[in-house]
């Protein structure tokens, strides 16, 4: 393991520890952290079996250390309105005219963010896919994964107390809370997917020479 590599590790594993320092709610933090484990434990394997870009590795941390956070307050009570009272000297909620704690809405947001171009690299490098068409797979996989997750959520809160199902999908009253997750996750995608084939370089025109001897245009000298 290189040193990029170890480092992003140990911060990601800091981050988390520190996390679980005194919990609000532990049972619901931990029920929180399966998918986490799922998703570290498929890390793991993926980067066996083919070593992943330091950049790619990064991303994926970067939406599991947001996750983390989100877990350790339910993602409804995560107090990034009194950090940013404490650190700025103003209220984001109060500047941005929002009603509801939104930290579940950028956590959606980062998934897209973060897996998207993930799985762009690995299509055109790995697969060899045209980066367009790598750029569409890996939407429909953010936007079908995303649905996959909101019917699981919905599963386990079927199995769940009322309060303790309303205090794990922080829907915070809104009942279109699971589709507005959706399409954050989407607009994510999106917005990566356009940044990740616009920063591609582009492959240099054919030179003449190169051109397929079917393709050539035979010059008739008079």
């Known amino acids: 393991m290189v040193t990029g590599e170890r480092a992003a590790l140990a911060i990601f594993a800091a981050l988390v520890a520190a996390t679980w320092w005194r919990p609000p709610h532990p049972a619901e933090q931990a029920l929180h952290h399966g998918l986490t484990l ?35 307050w339910l993602y409804s009570e995560v107090p990034y309105d009194e950090w940013s009272r404490a650190l700025l000297g103003w209220s984001v909620n109060e500047r941005l005219g929002w009603t509801r704690n939104n930290f579940d809405r ?13 799985l762009i690299r690995y299509l055109v490098d790995a697969r060899g896919w045209a980066p367009r068409r790598a750029a569409l797979a890996a939407i429909e996989v953010t936007l079908s994964t995303s649905a996959l997750y909101e019917l699981l959520e919905w599963g386990v809160a079927m199995a769940l107390s009322p309060a303790t199902a309303e205090a794990y999908n922080g829907q915070q009253g809104d009942l279109w809370d699971p589709h507005k997750d959706m399409a954050c996750a989407l607009a994510g995608a999106l917005l990566a997917a356009a940044v990740t084939l616009a920063a591609r370089p582009r492959p240099p025109a054919d ?14 000298h008079r």
């Open 38 to 72: 799922i998703a570290l434990v498929a890390l793991w394997w993926v980067h066996r079996r083919r070593r992943l870009p330091l950049g790619s590795l990064v991303l994926i941390l970067v939406f599991l250390a947001l996750h983390s956070v989100a877990a350790r």
């Open 106 to 118: 950028l956590v959606h947001v980062s998934y897209g963010a973060c897996l998207a171009p993930v």
């Open 207 to 220: 030179a003449p020479g190169d051109q397929p001897a079917g393709s050539r245009r035979i010059r008739i």
